[in-house]
């Protein structure tokens, strides 16, 4: 009894504390509003609190705003029922009181109805079970506009079913919209408070935005000074015309000067608006005809989606056909890229709306390889098609930066010219030529919308090559005016470049041709795995080793061997699948034209007549898990098989089966063929979620489809080069099979590629975690604070931006998150050390204490003054790390000191750990 009235006199104690001091809330940095449908979570996730419509949010979208840290709240109207809301025009007539808002053409409630509350009440547990944060509790004072006698009745009905909410769900932030005359009794439970208009307003009768008058202003600030005074967050939400943007920035600073947390928008809060922060546009749409082929064979997603990768941006591909969106794309994309060779297309009146809104909006376009436009929009990206036909052109000029100068020659051709000129002479020529009749043409320009370039001026391609004629790199950022800003990186990490091993179950039940006849997996394991110290990814097909598969007499030697593999703790587990599908969407392959498998379907198991989904991926999964795996390991890879290009049913069934999936696409450069047209992209966006490829090809074509020769994988490492420099456009990727360790001479050239990968000094990453880390190039995003720093918010596991030398160097301790940068030919990289980061810059390289590189994931940086550093890493090596600082560090863990060894401006310390926690640099 006497530890219960202890309990409750403290909490009694609390509760007079706090109703002495006032409401004490934990206030947001920032706070923005999407009631429209498809959120963008990834760009939203900037804010610190977000208030979504639920009939227009997805669980994934308040599943992943919690996951990146972003408090989702639910709107609810309290006061009125609009009439789109399905679920609260079901409350029974009683709940109505038979008025209306007449601005919003929505109905008044009856705050006392016994029904609406319980709906009010029903909301909110649903809203709490589904993830989110709080509700934002709007029409507070609709009630007002009632007849005056009603308003005591309904104001004590507001406050009770506000208090019974509260009761009922104590988790629930209560997100208040005005409100004004219940507040004085709901201090306690408001963790803020929204006020619209105190510099920019809407008005709804005339649909028109203006500015506040300035005795609004005084009486709205009379209304919030209480709010002041018990220390609740106010949220001043604006209005103010979208293309505005400066003037957007100077309502934002004008609130945040006045102690408000700001947010911009448009009256249907239905965009990304400008608040404590701005997000900063790190999407480029990529528009492709769906006639010319699938998104996977289309040449914008193969030549150009890596190199935009590689610009740190996400790439959205979207046919162009009827589903092209109609809605903003200013706020969300920096660009607009177009690869379409075969006119306009099917879609033309919606294409063309949607060429006419991004032109409205300013939003830079560019066009590869044909300009898919109707003469009527042609004049408004002032060209023309020249009428006569064309017999003949010379070269009568052109820019060396971006044509003829970078991969393949640039020869007069008129091959599929489009004979394009410009009105004018608008934009500026980077190719002109002369044709027969003396005209001058352009099939390359920059102009003031973006830019084009054509073919054949696009692409030299021989029999056996495919050059670039244009700067693919330069042209981008030149046509649509890319901004500096830190890019996204997934080649690199703490300043080494990553590098991750998987191997493909193929090949498991092989013999190799050596002393002994060994089967591959010992070889692969013995040889490849155990010597050297690489984090590798391995799986194996049931089909091959199990007994349900091709090989049932072998299964209690080959079982066994998965074993010793898997239990090596270098080892992460994957399955290739259960019967290796060579085709994921067999009834679609077999209806193209000239269709042949010349190895089958897939693998012919006995009594397995059909693929099944579920069997291949899942089925394969629990096999792997219930008969190979030592305790405490799980699969969490597929490996895609055979052509490796799921459709989206098989990519979201390994999600849901908790499974990241790898494989598919080419990147495959030899100094016989260097050309950047070998750089396929990371990524590939379906239904069903994300396709991850392979960094890099495996063995299989270096070696002609497994003909020989048998060293020729040692070539991967003219890749690992080409990739490498003049630009890193990859990780270090060692992809290969089984039976690479059947032949001496692939063994060799593994030997051969191990030893090449120790020299780089890389950092290894289980694939599974390098596959987050390309996560965040497609779902992170960034942000300006308002006081000119970077905010980079969900990275998923991506720990390196490069930083645009104009942009200077890291300010570390006006950062945070940040613990270095490395300054390399192929970039400036800066580390980061958590999903999320603050990254302020400075003219010159900072002189404190400043990580250069390490061998092992940080997971903490964290500067406690200029010269004093806490840390921590975790990794399966002992830690290696360089600091960069001109005075004396040592580092203190665990009781001891560690005192490093300078090279040059490096001090180097190595210490045993493998995980270090809380460690501290000291410097002086």
């Given at each position: ?6 309990v409750y006199?403290?909490a009694?104690v ?6 002495l001091?006032?409401?004490?809330a ?6 923005g509003?999407?009631y429209?449908?498809?959120p963008?979570t990834p760009?939203l996730?900037?804010y610190?609190w977000?208030?979504?419509?639920p ?10 705003l919690?996951a990146?840290g972003?408090?989702p709240?639910a709107?609810?109207s ?8 399905v ?10 009181v038979?008025a ?12 006392s109805?016994?029904a609406w ?6 909301r909110?547990?649903?809203?709490q079970?589904a993830?989110y944060a709080?509700?934002f ?5 609709s009630f007002t506009?009632?007849e ?9 009905a507001l ?6 909410i509260h ?8 997100f208040?919209?005005r ?23 809407w008005?709804q009768?005339?649909?028109?935005y203006?500015p506040?008058?300035?005795?609004d ?9 209480p709010l ?8 001043a939400i604006e ?14 600073r004008?609130?945040?000067a ?7 928008s448009t009256?249907?809060?239905?965009s990304?608006?400008?608040?404590s ?12 005809d ?6 996977p ?13 590689y ?11 009827d589903?092209?969106?109609l809605t903003?794309?200013?706020e969300?994309?920096?660009g ?5 060779t ?8 919606r ?9 409205d909006e300013?939003?830079?376009l560019?066009?590869f390889?044909?300009?898919p436009?109707?003469d009527?929009?042609?004049s408004?990206?002032?060209l ?6 064309i ?8 820019d060396?930066?971006?044509?003829g100068?970078?991969e393949?020659?640039?020869t007069?051709r008129?091959?599929g010219?489009q004979?394009?000129?410009r009105?004018d002479?608008?934009g ?24 084009y370039a054509?073919?054949?001026?696009l692409?030299?391609?021989?029999a056996s090559h495919?050059?670039?004629?244009l700067?693919?790199?330069?042209f ?11 890019r ?8 080494r470049?990553?590098?991750?091993v ?9 013999r ?5 006849t060994?089967l591959?997996p010992?070889?692969?394991?013995e040889?490849?795995i155990?010597?050297?110290d690489?984090?590798t ?5 049931e ?11 072998l299964?209690?030697?080959l ?5 010793r ?6 080892v992460?587990?994957?399955?290739h ?11 679609k392959a077999?209806?193209?034209e000239?269709?042949?498998?010349d ?8 009594n397995?007549p059909k ?6 991926i899942?089925?394969s999964?629990d096999y792997?898990?219930s ?8 699969v ?8 490796a290009l799921?459709g989206?049913?098989?990519i ?5 089966g ?8 080419e ?5 016989a ?7 396929y992209?990371?990524l590939r966006p379906?239904?069903g979620?994300l ?7 495996n063995?299989?074509l270096?070696t002609?489809?497994w003909?020989g ?5 040692s070539r991967?490492?003219?890749t ?7 630009r890193?456009?990859?990780?270090l ?10 032949k001496?001479a692939s ?9 090449y ?14 596959l ?12 300006r604070?308002l006081d000119?720093r970077?905010q980079?918010r969900?990275?998923?596991g991506m720990?390196?931006?490069r930083l645009?030398?104009?942009?200077g160097w890291?300010d570390?301790?006006r950062s ?9 030919p192929?970039g400036?990289?800066?580390h980061l050390?958590?999903?999320s980061?603050v990254l302020?810059t ?6 404190a ?8 994931p ?6 406690q003054s ?6 921590s890493?975790?990794g399966?090596?002992p830690l290696?790390l360089a600091?960069?600082?001109a ?10 000191e ?8 490096l ?5 045993a750990?493998?995980?270090?926690s809380?460690?501290i640099?000291?410097?002086?």
């Amino acid at each position: 009894m006497f530890g219960n009235n202890r309990v409750y006199y403290l909490a009694l104690v609390q509760i007079l504390f706090f109703s002495l001091i006032g409401h004490v809330a934990a206030a947001p940095a920032s706070v923005g509003f999407w009631y429209a449908q498809n959120p963008p979570t990834p760009e939203l996730a900037q804010y610190d609190w977000v208030v979504l419509e639920p009939a227009n949010a997805a669980q994934a979208d308040v599943d992943f705003l919690r996951a990146q840290g972003s408090l989702p709240f639910a709107y609810l109207s309290v006061g009125e029922i609009d009439q789109g809301d399905v679920a609260a025009n079901a409350v029974d007539g009683a709940a109505r009181v038979g008025a209306r808002n007449q601005a919003w053409q929505s109905e008044l409630t009856d705050l006392s109805s016994a029904a609406w509350q319980d709906y009010l009440l029903r909301r909110a547990g649903e809203y709490q079970a589904a993830g989110y944060a709080g509700l934002f509790l709007d029409t507070l004072d609709s009630f007002t506009l009632l007849e005056g006698e009603r308003h005591t009745e309904q104001q004590a009905a507001l406050v009770a079913v506000i208090q019974r909410i509260h009761r009922e769900y104590p988790a629930l932030k209560l997100f208040f919209n005005r409100g004004f005359e219940v507040l004085p009794e709901l201090y306690a439970l408001a963790d803020a408070v929204a006020v619209e208009s105190f510099y920019a307003g809407w008005d709804q009768a005339s649909k028109s935005y203006r500015p506040v008058p300035r005795e609004d202003r005084l009486w709205l600030e009379q209304q919030v000074t209480p709010l002041r005074e018990h220390n609740i967050p106010i949220v001043a939400i604006e209005y103010a015309e979208p293309a505005q943007r400066e003037a957007m920035r100077q309502i934002a600073r004008k609130a945040a000067a006045h102690g408000y947390i700001p947010f911009v928008s448009t009256p249907g809060l239905d965009s990304i608006g400008i608040g404590s922060v701005e997000v900063q546009p790190r999407r480029i749409a990529l528009v492709y005809d769906p006639r010319e082929g699938e998104l996977p064979n289309n040449p914008g997603h193969v030549y150009l989606g890596g190199l935009l990768e590689y610009l740190g941006y996400r790439v959205d591909y979207l046919p162009a056909d009827d589903t092209l969106p109609l809605t903003r794309f200013d706020e969300l994309y920096a660009g607009v890229v177009f690869w379409m060779t075969s006119g306009a297309p099917a879609a033309s009146n919606r294409f063309s709306r949607f060429l006419a809104a991004r032109l409205d909006e300013g939003v830079p376009l560019a066009f590869f390889g044909g300009l898919p436009i109707e003469d009527h929009l042609l004049s408004r990206l002032q060209l023309r098609n020249a009428q006569q036909q064309i017999e003949s052109v010379q070269i009568s000029n052109y820019d060396a930066a971006f044509m003829g100068s970078f991969e393949g020659k640039l020869t007069a051709r008129t091959r599929g010219l489009q004979a394009i000129q410009r009105l004018d002479d608008a934009g500026t020529a980077l190719l002109t030529l002369t044709d027969n009749l003396q005209r001058q043409l352009t099939p390359a320009a920059i102009m003031p919308w973006g830019g084009y370039a054509l073919s054949p001026y696009l692409l030299e391609e021989g029999a056996s090559h495919r050059r670039w004629i244009l700067q693919p790199l330069a042209f981008l950022q030149r046509a649509l005016r890319l901004p500096p800003m830190p890019r996204l990186d997934a080649t690199t990490e703490n300043g080494r470049r990553i590098a991750t091993v998987h191997i493909d179950g193929d090949g498991f039940a092989s013999r190799a041709e050596i002393s002994g006849t060994p089967l591959s997996p010992k070889v692969v394991l013995e040889a490849f795995i155990q010597p050297n110290d690489y984090l590798t990814s391995v799986s194996v097909i049931e089909g091959e080793v199990g007994a349900k598969g091709m090989y049932p007499w072998l299964t209690d030697t080959l079982e066994p061997l998965a074993r010793r593999i898997f239990a090596d703790p270098k080892v992460e587990p994957a399955t290739h699948t259960f019967s290796h599908p060579f085709y994921w969407e067999p009834e679609k392959a077999q209806r193209r034209e000239g269709f042949q498998a010349d190895y089958g379907l897939n693998l012919k198991l006995p009594n397995y007549p059909k693929m099944d989904l579920r069997r291949e991926i899942l089925g394969s999964r629990d096999y792997i898990e219930s008969r190979l795996l030592p305790p405490g390991k799980k699969v969490r890879l597929i490996f895609w098989s055979g052509g490796a290009l799921p459709g989206a049913e098989a990519i979201a069934m390994a999600y849901e089966g908790g499974m990241a999936n790898v494989n598919g696409a080419e990147t495959f450069l030899t100094k016989a063929d260097p050309s950047l047209t070998g750089v396929y992209p990371l990524l590939r966006p379906t239904a069903g979620g994300l396709q991850i490829y392979a960094p890099i090809i495996n063995e299989n074509l270096y070696t002609n489809l497994w003909n020989g020769p048998f060293y020729g994988f040692s070539r991967v490492i003219d890749t690992f080069e080409l990739t490498d420099s003049p630009r890193r456009l990859r990780a270090l990727n060692l992809y290969y099979h089984f039976y690479s360790g059947t032949k001496l001479a692939s063994i060799g050239a593994m030997n051969d590629i191990y030893r090449y990968m120790d020299q780089q000094q890389p950092l290894s990453l289980w694939m599974g975690d390098y596959l987050r880390r390309v996560r965040g190039l497609y779902e992170g995003s960034a942000a300006r604070t308002l006081d000119g720093r970077w905010q980079l918010r969900a990275l998923q596991g991506m720990r390196t931006v490069r930083l645009d030398p104009a942009l200077g160097w890291p300010d570390l301790q006006r950062s945070q998150g940040v613990a270095g940068v490395r300054d390399l030919p192929q970039g400036r990289y800066v580390h980061l050390s958590a999903d999320s980061a603050v990254l302020a810059t400075r003219v010159s390289r900072d002189p404190a204490p400043a990580l250069e590189q390490a061998n092992l994931p940080l997971t903490a940086w964290r500067y406690q003054s200029d010269k004093r550093v806490q840390f921590s890493f975790s990794g399966e090596f002992p830690l290696q790390l360089a600091v960069r600082y001109a005075g004396h560090c040592q580092i203190n863990y665990q009781g001891k000191e560690f005192k490093p060894q300078r090279r040059g401006e490096l001090l180097e310390f190595r210490l045993a750990q493998h995980e270090v926690s809380d460690a501290i640099l000291a410097c002086n």
